[in-house]
Structure formats: structure tokens, C-alpha cells
Nanobody
């Protein structure tokens, strides 16, 4: 009942910056938190960042802390992931996700809705 569409991925070089966007539609009033995850082929999805919908509280994985910033625009039902100083190890498909719960909203299993993903490739 909540639909998510990511955009903004692409091919960049190490040290570049890029912003990903995620547009939410449908029953967005059910959403309490939204997160970003990423996945490399053959690996499990990895938590990147999350933001609460009401007060904008954020939490980041150690691997991206200080480089990535998650933000929201409530009026537009969108979240963003500003990625700075990109590294080759950031290469992955990035997914936005929505959770109807706040408890332990750092795990794949806690999210109810998922976007289709957007590809980021960071060359060396």
C-alpha cells in the first residue's frame, strides 16, 4: 500500500558526490521510519541509514557515517541520501524502504515496503 521509487544513481568516480531520491506514494500516513539499504550481488542487503518520519531523527552505519546524509521532505513525501566522498566500496544497488514500526528499524526484516533500487557504480 506504500509505493517507493528511487532515482539518482549512476556512474561516478571516487571522491565524487551524488544525491539519491526516493518518492513515496500511497498510504504514507502509515510510515514511521524510512531507510536506505544497499546490496552487492552475492551479498546480503546492508543497512546504510534511516530517518524517522515525524522528527527526522537519523542513524547511520559506521561505514558511511560522516560521508552520507539522509534527509526528508515531508510535504513532498520524499527522502534523500546525499553521498559525499564516494569510494569504490560504495558500489551497490541502493534501495529505499519504509517501516510502519520504529522499534529496531535498522534491519531488513523490520521494513515493510521496498523500492525497485537504483544502481551506483563508483570507479577507482
Amino acid at each position: 500500500q506504500v509505493h517507493l521509487v528511487e532515482s539518482g544513481g549512476g556512474l561516478v568516480q571516487g571522491g565524487d558526490s551524488l544525491r539519491l531520491s526516493c518518492a513515496a506514494s500511497g498510504r504514507t500516513s502509515d510510515v514511521l521510519a524510512m531507510g536506505w539499504f544497499r546490496q552487492v550481488p552475492g551479498k546480503d542487503q546492508e543497512f546504510v541509514a534511516r530517518i524517522t518520519w515525524t522528527d527526522g531523527s537519523t542513524y547511520y552505519a559506521d561505514s558511511v557515517k560522516g560521508r552520507f546524509t539522509v534527509s526528508r521532505n515531508n510535504a513532498k513525501n520524499m527522502i534523500y541520501l546525499q553521498m559525499n566522498n564516494l569510494k569504490p566500496e560504495d558500489t551497490a544497488v541502493y534501495y529505499c524502504a519504509a517501516s510502519t514500526k520504529l522499534l529496531n528499524a535498522f534491519f531488513v526484516s523490520k521494513y515493510d515496503y521496498w523500492g525497485q533500487g537504483t544502481q551506483l557504480i563508483v570507479s577507482s
